[in-house]
C-alpha cells in the first residue's frame, strides 16, 4: 500500500460558514458543492478537504467516532477496497463497516486505524486527477 491521504474529511455544523471559511476566507479552490450536504475544496494535487455536515457524517460514520472527521483513499475499483480494507485490520484495525456499495453511488469500506482514526477506502468511477494535481469528481450514476 502506497503512502497517501486523497481526502480528509472534516464533521462541521455548519456547513455554509465552514465553506465560506475555506473558500472565500482562505481562497481554496472548490471542487464540488452539494448544499446540505457535503464540499470538497482542493488541497493539493490529487488532495481534497471535504467538509461534510455533521448530521450526515453522524449517519455514515456514527457518532461515537472520535476525532470526528476521517481519512480517506480513493482506489481504482471495488476488488481494490476490499483488499486494502483487509490490509488494514490485518496490521491492526478495526473494521467499521464491511465494503459496500454506498449510499451516492460508489462503494466503500470503513476501518478504525490503531490510532482511533477513521479511513474510508472508496472507489468513485466519476474521480479523477488531472496531470497538474486538480481533481474531478463527476458523477458516478
Known sequence: MDARVDLITLRVEDL????????DGLGWRLVLAVPDDVTFVQLGPGQVLALFIASGFD???GPTVHPQFNLARVVESEAMVHVEVERMV???GRL?????????????GVVVDGAGCC?????????????????????VD
Open 59 to 61: 449517519e455514515q460514520f
Open 90 to 92: 490485518e496490521a491492526g
Open 119 to 139: 479511513w474510508e477506502v472508496a472507489h468513485n468511477p466519476g474521480w479523477s486527477v488531472a496531470d497538474d494535481g486538480t481533481v474531478s469528481i463527476g458523477s
Open 16 to 23: 455554509e460558514a465552514a465553506t465560506r471559511y475555506f473558500v
Open 96 to 108: 467499521l463497516r464491511e465494503p459496500e456499495r454506498a449510499p451516492w453511488g460508489g462503494y466503500t
